[in-house]
């Protein structure tokens, strides 16, 4: 696919005056096809195309009879990286291959499966077509011309004259996509109102223009399920702070949106200050507005990255040392391709180093994966450079390298686990426990006079391909072992086991057909109204079946009605967010629609198009937009 944007960037916007001629050339000639007519004559081996056939007496035209060709007797094989050309295999497998653009839909003979053929029939005959996929923002000056002259080629000229009353300048799009939102905004206020209890999760950060934008998302009940939708897309106008942040928002969903904070249950947040603030903060000030009932949840997501951050010096020593020698390799553009050819020559598995990014949960992980992986290709490069950072791929460093690699990649897959849509407490909780309690046993096994190294395959593969002394072995383990204490209490401190215990008084909302016998209620503290329903619930089979089958919110959702008071204790725990996960998938997405070269934007209309759940209602759009004619009476 490389090839082809380097050939339109080498061909450069002059073809686009030839776009229109040359597409009717091309679809005229697929028509033709298409109909059944094919042209008459012969492919040209040389150049992929059709040639005029003889009479059939073998004379061309001057007369002379023509001399006869050498074929090759052995067809030639297609190959896969031909698709990076454009072509694709199009024959039966008792034929000869023979190779067929995927942008024109033209065949070509068997003989033109060579690599500078099939590039030249992508430079020479078929430029404007991808040209016009490389540069989709000209659309008034480039795609409707072109669109015109092929409807009105394939169609008629009735059908293109359609196609010239469609508006496509820059205040045109940006008014519908303003309608488009507002309609989506009207119908996710419309269903908040009628859901009644809901939740938020929020999260701040800066743009490229420097301004400060806030993301919230919203959960509620929909159609006998949770429904999880983008709520906003603020802009801070001035500071940070907590008052402010809440100021902004506080507009926008009580006096705009006309929502009542006491049907917010809850909030869920990274730990900053301005959020978490025992004053100002932003949770502080929405419970202050909704009452006491509101529940706050820190991230899931950013806590377990808070408590990877604890590493003995010698460890982060090696992680810092790792780190400079991605950014002498990546930091050069010259360095970075002759690291690349390197990569190549000696047949590596990859050929890119990767960036360390703080902010990116997983960067850790991959980085030092991958430096791992590359290691003798690092080496090999560093010392052909004549670079000090050379002296650092030591057997000892080399060891400490390949336990980093193991115990982040564990790290970066409890990070994945805690991510999705439609998170609930009890999954996120099981995944934290059972990671807390695999550091203990690891830990257990490592103060073992015989310790274990299982749980790190690197290590364990590191140790079987080099002559590793008993002395590294040991010293490693007495840093793994340190670093497994600081990780215990890192997490301890940041998913303390008393929340924990909370939760387990919950215990019957995860499966209530547990607690059958009237003597295993007792340890869960019901009230005498939420005993009678459970009791009652726990006996019913049809429902223990729906629940073997059913998401935890809707099967508590679905017996609203029988029901009500569990159903409602269960939808208060479960409707919080556990985590900002929607957020920086927002954010991220924020990113492309609000770029340099757009850094005036005001993005909320479009971030709502693009992350709405909801789907336009057309006709009310279409509605509301009809010209209205006013006559002047003289």
């Known amino acids: 696919m490389d090839e082809y944007v380097d050939t339109v960037h080498r061909l450069g916007k002059k073809e686009a005056n030839r776009t229109r001629q040359v597409i009717v050339q091309f679809v005229k000639s697929q028509t033709t096809a298409r109909d059944g ?23 061309g035209e001057s007369g002379d009879e023509p001399p006869a060709k050498k074929r090759k007797s052995v067809a030639r094989p297609y190959k896969d990286y031909f698709l990076k050309y454009g072509f694709v295999n199009c024959s039966n ?34 430029p404007p077509i991808w040209f016009l996929i490389v540069w989709p923002h000209d659309k008034k000056k480039l795609l409707l011309p072109a669109t015109i002259d092929m409807v009105s080629t394939v169609i008629d000229e009735k059908s293109a004259e359609k196609l010239k009353r469609i508006p496509l300048s820059n205040n045109t799009v940006s008014r519908r996509i303003h309608d488009i939102s507002e309609n989506l905004e009207e119908q996710l206020v419309s ?98 507005a909704a009452g006491k ?11 377990q990255a808070l408590a990877c951050k604890g590493i003995p010096p010698d460890l982060d020593k090696v992680l810092k040392e790792v780190i400079r020698v991605v950014n002498f390799i990546k930091g050069s553009a010259l360095n970075h391709r002759l690291f690349d050819q390197l990569c190549a020559d000696m047949g590596a598995e990859h050929t890119h180093l990767l960036f360390h990014t703080e902010v990116r949960w997983l960067s ?51 990070n994945l686990k805690l991510q999705g849509q439609c998170d609930d407490v009890f999954r996120n909780w099981k995944h934290v426990m059972a990671f807390q309690k695999s550091l203990k046993l690891w830990l257990a096994r490592l103060r073992r006079p015989n310790p274990s190294h299982y749980m790190f395959p690197t290590v364990l593969q590191h140790i079987e391909e ?34 924990y215990d909370i939760l387990s008084d919950k215990r019957w909302i995860q499966n209530p057909f547990e607690f059958e016998s009237p003597e295993s209620l007792l340890e869960l ?12 619930l726990s006996s019913d089979r049809t429902l223990k079946r729906r629940h073997e089958c059913m998401a935890l919110s809707s099967f508590w959702i679905s017996i609203s009605s029988e029901y009500p008071v569990l159903s409602k204790a269960s939808i208060l725990l479960l409707i919080p967010f556990t985590t900002t996960y929607k957020c920086e998938v927002g954010f991220s997405v924020f990113t492309k629609i609000k770029t340099r070269h757009r850094n005036r934007l005001n993005a909320a209309p479009d971030m709502r198009v693009a992350l709405s759940s909801c789907t336009p209602d057309w006709n009310a759009i279409l509605k509301g937009n009809r010209p209205t004619y006013h006559i002047r009476v003289v």
Not at 100 to 115: F, G, R
Request: with cysteine; hydrophobic share 35%.
């Open 37 to 59: 007519c094919q042209p008459e004559g012969e492919v040209n081996p040389a150049t992929g195309l059709i040639q005029p056939a003889s009479d059939g007496t073998g004379v």
């Open 93 to 126: 497998p008792s034929q000869d291959p023979r190779p067929m653009c995927v942008i024109c839909c033209e065949k070509l003979a068997n003989e033109s499966l060579k690599p500078t053929k099939l590039k030249r029939h992508l430079e020479t005959l078929r």
């Open 191 to 288: 269903r908040l109102k009628a859901a009644g209890d809901f939740s938020i999760q929020l999260d701040e950060s800066t743009d490229v223009s420097d301004c400060a934008s806030l993301l919230v998302y919203v959960r509620y009940v929909w159609e006998n399920d949770f429904a999880e939708d983008f709520l906003c897309c603020l802009t801070i106008p001035t500071g940070t702070t907590g008052e402010e942040i809440f100021s902004v928002l506080n507009d926008y969903m009580a006096t705009k949106c006309g929502l009542d904070w006491a049907n917010c249950k809850g909030i869920t947040s990274d730990g900053a200050a301005n959020m978490t603030g025992r004053n100002s903060g932003v949770v502080k000030r929405i419970k202050e």
């Open 293 to 303: 009932d509101i529940v706050w949840n820190h991230c899931f997501i950013h806590r």
């Open 364 to 414: 850790k992980g991959r980085v030092l994966t991958r430096v791992y992986e590359l290691r003798n290709e690092i080496h090999a490069f560093l010392h052909e450079k004549k670079s000090p950072l050379a002296d650092l791929f030591t057997d000892d460093w080399l060891f400490t390298l390949s336990y980093l690699a193991d115990i982040f990649s564990s790290l970066n897959e409890l």
């Open 466 to 499: 080099n002559d590793v002394s008993d002395t590294d072995v040991k010293h490693l383990t007495g840093l793994i072992r340190t670093h497994f204490v600081a990780l215990i209490d890192n997490f301890d401190r940041y998913f303390p086991t008393e929340r």
């Open 525 to 536: 503290g019901l009230t005498p109204a939420e005993e009678k329903e459970l009791l009652q």
